[in-house]
């Protein structure tokens, strides 16, 4: 770990979608640093395992589960009630995301609802509230919301998670200026590929290979959870509005440098052809 151990002494943090994925591989990062943890998903035996697993490597660290479909105004508010009758949580971290492939043309008014309502209503539910309860108690905070890269350049076949996320980067900008005088930061990270079970299942059906990644490999969750746990220390205290993309240099295979990608097999003697072919005058 890259991090003294007491980083994040102290500190309480809601993790949305705790129970698996990224969100429990961050919630354990977390507790290794010193923070207690609130971890909420839609399934309690999810959850609970979790939970299980967190206690026995940290028994001292104060760990609580909550069941809660965050598309559900009314259930946020009565979850963020009960985590603040123990205390205020200091951190909201944004990780509960719904995605899946599909043609946009013949997407359902409810797969559409579907996707925007977790990604995209239940984030600001969740973010209004914890914010809400900080100004109204003076108290500093912080959010991380977890985008893609898609929330930046577009996302075919994912197209509602693509308008779902860049609509958190817009939250996460604009109240960064609304509610900074308030000492609440917002930040985000724009993931490439980090595995998961879930996300290879819905979103790479062919495999997760690292095929346009210059860095030649697929994220590894402790790199995420590292960039998560620093951006939300006070270490980050100066960092607001801002989104942190960690994709192993993907984005900028795109674009005016869409060949590039072949050329990283070239070989010695295709590099010099190449030369040979542009001869300096
Ligand atoms: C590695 C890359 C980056 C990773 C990024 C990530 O975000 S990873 C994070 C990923 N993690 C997660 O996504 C975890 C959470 N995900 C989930 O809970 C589900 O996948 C959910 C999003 C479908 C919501 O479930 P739910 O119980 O609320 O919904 P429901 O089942 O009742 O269906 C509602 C409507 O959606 C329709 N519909 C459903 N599937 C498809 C499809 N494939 N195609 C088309 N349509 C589909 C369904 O037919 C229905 O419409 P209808 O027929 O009534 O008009
Ligand atoms: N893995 C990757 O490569 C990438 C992931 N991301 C982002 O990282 C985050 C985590 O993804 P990942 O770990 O891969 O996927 P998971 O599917 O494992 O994580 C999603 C979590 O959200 C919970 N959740 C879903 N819907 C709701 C809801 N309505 N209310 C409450 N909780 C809900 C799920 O639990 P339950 O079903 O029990 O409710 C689950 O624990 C997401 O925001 C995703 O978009 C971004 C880019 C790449």
């Given at each position: 770990m890259a991090f003294a151990p007491g980083l994040l002494a102290g500190r309480r943090v809601l993790v949305t979608g705790?129970?698996?994925g990224l969100g429990r591989s961050m919630g354990r990062r977390f507790l290794a640093l010193g923070a207690s943890l609130a971890i909420c998903g839609r399934r309690g035996d999810v959850l609970d395992e979790a939970a299980a697993s967190f206690r026995a490597e940290f028994p001292d660290r104060p760990v609580t589960t909550h069941v809660c479909d965050i598309r559900d105004a009314a259930a946020v508010e009565a979850m963020l009630d009960a985590i603040w009758r123990d205390a205020p949580a200091d951190v909201l971290v944004n990780n509960a995301a719904a995605n899946f492939l599909a043609q946009t043309h013949r997407l359902s008014p409810r797969a559409v609802d579907a996707v925007l309502g977790t990604t995209l209503h239940g984030a600001a539910y969740c973010t209004i509230g914890c914010g809400r309860r900080w100004i109204e108690a003076g108290r500093p905070g912080v959010v991380l919301s977890i985008l893609t890269l898609s929330a930046l350049q577009g996302g075919a076949f994912t197209v509602p998670s693509a308008m779902a996320k860049a609509g958190l980067l817009a939250m996460t900008q604009s109240l960064a200026v609304e509610w900074g005088p308030h000492g609440i930061r917002l930040v985000a990270i724009a993931p490439g590929t980090f595995p998961t079970e879930s996300a290879v299942a819905r979103l790479r059906p062919g495999g997760?290979?690292?095929?346009?990644?210059p860095l030649g490999r697929n994220g590894r969750h402790e790199e995420l959870a590292d960039l998560a746990a620093f951006l939300v220390?006070?270490?980050?205290?100066?960092?607001?509005?801002e989104c942190v993309v960690a994709d192993g240099?993907?984005?900028?295979?795109?674009?005016?440098?869409?060949?590039?990608q072949a050329m990283l097999r070239w070989s010695d003697e295709e590099w010099a052809a190449q030369r040979a072919r542009t001869p300096a005058r």
């Open positions: 705790g129970g698996t997760t290979d690292a095929e346009g990644v220390s006070d270490h980050a205290g100066y960092i607001t509005g240099g993907r984005r900028f295979l795109g674009g005016a440098r869409a060949g590039a």
